[in-house]
């Protein structure tokens, strides 16, 4: 027991460290990663609510994100003269994100899993194409100068010095991300547990039975979906202040894609296995990027552009990943079992006639 | 001229092209129910490989439907090829997998083979050469050109081919029972396996005819056109009922005739606050309503839900 709470004590220490580690090893841009790492962790927690606990695939996810960031960034720039501050638009970016996700589930919920899987995207899209085109969102040249997070006079965008050390935006964002993490992780992880978690289980394993033992499906999913989308929002309102410039291009159904691969190659369900996926695949591409000068060291010349060539090394991981550790690389031991078990019953489902 | 006319031949070329595509997405699902997110992207190699061989015969001087023609022969093998690569490589090693993970490595080979492209074509746009005189008929008011024409009677024509391979041959028969049920269609001495192989044989095959269809009528390839285009076909094949081949040709064909009136009509009909740059909402929304009012789409089976 003893030993347990000095493991939790020294990687509480690694992860206070980290920063200030990645800094000096790898430099700036690195810490930078680290901290949209831990904003992709926030989102992919928020999908693995919809998709890990209740089992309903969403490809959409990203126009939450929007939802949140675009709130900020109209309700804290000079583009409409606004400067709210965070803890007023962090739970408005909650609340506005949920709406939508509400918005969203009412009509459609009714639909089965890969026929919600397109309603979402289309949804997705929708957003998106009126970011585009809208003027209050100012078209598709996006919101620059947006104020950058501030609470009670601390500005999180500008240098501090700490004890005679420099202290840079990037350090006060990765504490503020990390915190917020730890919150969301904490709810996901009481969620789980709940009634309501159980309940979504219930619904993801076999959504009829769990009707018939009188659950109220229709309202579970739709709180599923609704608190989904919450956390997409909060990541938004994040993103907007720590970016500084949002335009509808960040909100592409690539990126929605890309977080509901974080939450199955870690392990969907598992909150330990979300955070790693999402991690590991916000820093996958740019680990790959000292490609180019393996290139130019070994054949004197870069024969393949770099860009492409590490996003295929990206796709070849995932698919090589999925391949050889289908159930995600980290996921709950109690899932686990169940697909090990669960062979049999596969092949006998009924399908559509072409 | 007949702008409503026009908007639905203009639409029809591209609901047919749309159609095209999502026979293949629905070919598999019915099958596996796999969402093969990187169908999009052979249409988008069997445009890429069509245009080098268009551009190679047009730089030798050599015009006419002949060269398109030769373009389109050498693009069907190479998808057929790569279609049965991914499966074999992608989709096999996860057939016993949960749900979600041959969505991803679909994804990853979506990814992969843009990248791919990327890499062998390059990232700008190419232009198909001028092979075609492309002379223009007057119906009513509206205009048809020769590629659209031809577009029109070749993907009816391969409609009709897919559709009297699945419904009349023993290929057909087969196909249909591992879609119903694999595990019995397997002890009643189906290789479901090699079935799945043919459908994404088929699939692909499609795919490169439209590949070049489409590279021929807009005049353009980029290694990112297939994504947008996989996603259209993917919508017409679950607006018409994913499954279905039926349905796949209804829904693509809906689905260009309503984007294409969306993009004539909607800036007048909301007074400019819309433009055709909404069209695509048009199209989703459309998708949705449709969805609501009948969950399995257009065409699509019902009430067959596993208990």
Request: proline share 4%.
């Amino acid at each position: 027991m003893k030993s347990k709470v000095w493991l939790g004590l020294l990687g509480l220490a690694l992860i206070l460290a980290l920063p200030f580690a990645t800094d000096l090893l790898l430099g700036r841009s690195w810490v930078r990663l680290l901290d949209f790492a831990l904003l992709y962790a926030m989102l992919a927690l928020g999908l693995n609510i919809v998709v890990g606990y209740a089992g309903l695939l969403d490809l959409g996810y990203v126009a939450f994100y929007a939802v949140g960031a675009y709130l900020y960034a109209m309700l804290a720039s000079p583009h409409l003269g606004m400067h709210w501050p965070l803890w007023a638009l962090l739970p408005m970016g909650a609340l506005v994100a949920a709406c939508f996700g509400a918005l969203l589930g009412a009509p459609t919920l009714g639909l089965r899993g890969d026929y919600l899987a397109i309603v979402t995207m289309g949804f997705g899209e929708i957003i998106r194409i009126f970011l585009r085109n809208l003027n209050i969102t100012n078209g598709p040249a996006g919101i620059d100068l947006i104020d950058p997070i501030q609470m009670g006079g601390f500005s999180f965008g500008a240098n501090h010095s700490l004890l005679g050390w420099d202290f840079p935006g990037i350090y006060s964002y990765y504490f503020l991300f990390l915190i917020l993490t730890a919150l969301i992780v904490l709810i996901s992880h009481r969620l789980s547990d709940s009634r309501i978690g159980r309940a979504w289980s219930a619904i993801r394993e076999d959504e009829i039975a769990a009707k018939s033992s009188g659950l109220n499906t229709r309202q579970l999913k739709l709180m599923a979906f609704a608190m989904g989308a919450a956390f997409g929002g909060v990541s938004g309102v994040l993103f907007a202040g720590f970016q500084g410039f949002i335009s509808p291009e960040s909100f592409t159904m690539g990126e929605s894609i890309m977080v509901l691969c974080m939450v199955v190659l870690g392990g969907m369900g598992h909150i330990s296995g979300v955070i790693m996926g999402a991690i590991l695949l916000a820093i996958l591409p740019e680990a790959f990027r000292p490609l180019s000068q393996f290139q130019q060291a070994t054949f004197g010349h870069v024969w393949l552009d770099p860009a492409n060539l590490r996003m295929l090394m990206f796709a070849v991981a995932l698919i090589v990943v999925m391949i050889i550790r289908p159930e995600g690389l980290w996921p709950s031991p109690v899932r686990r079992r169940e697909l090990l078990t669960n062979d049999d019953e596969k092949n006998s489902s009924h399908k559509a006639v072409p | 001229m007949d702008i409503f006319l026009q908007q639905v031949i203009n639409g029809l070329v591209q609901g047919s092209l749309y159609a095209l595509v999502a026979l293949g997405y629905t070919m598999v699902y019915g099958i596996i129910e796999l969402v093969n997110f990187a169908h999009g992207e052979v249409v988008m190699v069997g445009a890429l490989v069509g245009l080098s061989i268009i551009e190679r015969m047009a730089a030798r001087g050599d015009t006419g439907w002949g060269v398109i023609a030769v373009g389109v022969l050498v693009a069907i093998p190479s998808c057929m090829a790569l279609g049965l690569g991914i499966e074999r490589i992608a989709y096999r090693p996860l057939r016993k997998a949960p749900r979600l993970a041959p969505l991803i490595t679909a994804i990853g080979v979506s990814i992969a083979l843009q990248q791919l492209a990327a890499l062998i074509w390059g990232r700008n746009y190419l232009h198909y050469p001028e092979v075609l005189a492309n002379p223009q008929f007057h119906i009513g008011g509206a205009v048809i050109t020769q590629i659209q024409l031809v577009i029109l009677t070749t993907t009816g024509i391969l409609m009709l081919v897919t559709w009297v391979i699945v419904q009349k041959t023993a290929l057909g028969r087969a196909m249909r029972a591992s879609a119903q049920n694999p595990s019995v269609a397997g002890l009643m001495g189906v290789n479901v396996d090699r079935i799945i192989a043919s459908t994404f044989l088929m699939g692909s095959g499609l795919a490169a005819v439209a590949g070049v269809l489409v590279g021929t009528y807009y005049g353009v390839g980029n290694h990112t056109m297939g994504f947008m285009l996989g996603l259209k076909a993917f919508t017409a094949a679950v607006l018409g009922g994913i499954g279905s081949l039926g349905g796949a040709m209804l829904g693509g064909l809906l689905l260009g005739v309503i984007e294409n009136l969306g993009a004539g009509y909607l800036g007048s009909l909301t007074n400019g606050a819309m433009g055709s740059n909404y069209s695509d909402v048009l199209a989703f929304l459309m998708l949705i309503a449709v969805l609501i009012f009948r969950p399995s789409g257009l065409m699509g089976e019902r009430g067959s839900e596993k208990v």
